[in-house]
């Protein structure tokens, strides 16, 4: 049995047809084909059911996969262990929700690249289940994602509260209102990101703790361009103070709701047993640096 045989194994399960498999794996079919006949002859057990096109698994190709997973990711930590030292350059894959990547992750990126010019960070940006899903299957070292998250095969290192604002054109009415409140905003416009987006989510539930149902005109797949809307006068929105940039202030207000104060949890998620290089956890200390709130001032 040969590792290359597991990969091959665990590549028709999880795509259930071979011409994929060969593909994703980089080898013509007949050969994929071939080294899973070869598996399957030295255990004396049929792996799959072929059904035309489709590769299903048996009973002994389940209990199998799951076996090859463990062997495998055993290997793989056992390399990245051995391959980490003080002084070899590093690569790491960093994932982060839409509302995070462009405003923590990417600046923290580019200043790593001065700071350790010898660590590649990659980076990914996803929805929070698609991450986690990477985070577990091995393709991402860590992600940055919102909370709450239930599940006990990923490690949560909460980082910090982000409060949601109220955001609103210059030109809108309640841009010039000292304090609003949450009925003031019945019969506005709203804009919000698409039903993927756990942001989305955090602010129905808000929302409907408040017995408050805002009346949704736009959906956008990224937060500028429902900045664009909102400084548009096409509606009003909710966001984390983290999407909050400079130049925003030529053409949007951000408001806080009087009496309430959404906020929402970001974290670390990292896999339970899958080894941190050392490239990770400098990625994860300037990570919890750029977080941290700043020391009050000392009494003189």
């Not at 994703?24 to 007949?30: A, G, L």
């Amino acid at each position: 049995m040969e590792l290359t045989q597991l990969r091959y194994l665990l590549a028709v399960a999880e795509s259930g047809n071979f011409t994929r498999a060969a593909a994703q794996s980089n080898v013509s079919q007949p050969a994929l084909s071939q080294q899973i006949i070869n598996l399957e002859a030295e255990i004396g057990r049929k792996l799959f059911h072929r059904l035309g096109r489709r590769a299903v698994l048996t009973e002994a190709g389940e209990n199998l996969v799951e076996r090859a997973r463990r062997i495998l990711f055993e290997v793989e930590n056992a390399a990245k262990e051995l391959q980490d030292s003080p002084t070899a350059s590093g690569r790491i894959v960093v994932g982060a929700v839409q509302t995070v990547m462009p405003y923590l992750v990417t600046p923290l990126i580019a200043q790593l690249r001065t700071s350790h010019p010898h660590l590649t960070v990659d980076a990914r940006e996803d929805f929070r289940h698609d991450l986690v899903a990477s985070v577990l299957e091995g393709d991402v070292d860590f992600a940055v994602v919102p909370l709450p998250l239930d599940n006990r095969r990923v490690s949560i290192e909460p980082l910090f509260t982000d409060p949601l604002l109220l955001v609103v054109g210059h030109s809108h009415p309640i841009a010039q209102r000292a304090e609003i409140n949450i009925n003031d905003l019945a019969g506005e416009n709203f804009v919000t990101l698409g039903q993927g987006s756990t942001l989305a989510a955090q602010i129905r539930a808000f929302f409907g703790d408040h017995n408050f149902e805002p009346r949704i005109r736009y959906r956008c797949a990224q937060v500028a361009t429902l900045k664009m809307f909102v400084s548009l006068g096409l509606g009003i929105s909710i966001l984390p103070q983290l999407a909050r940039q400079p130049r925003d202030q030529e053409t949007l207000t951000y408001l806080r709701l009087t009496g309430i104060e959404p906020t929402r949890e970001l974290a670390v998620v990292r896999h339970l047993q899958r080894y941190q290089t050392r490239g990770a956890e400098q990625f994860l200390k300037a990570l919890r640096e750029a977080v941290r709130p700043p020391a009050p001032p000392v009494a003189s």
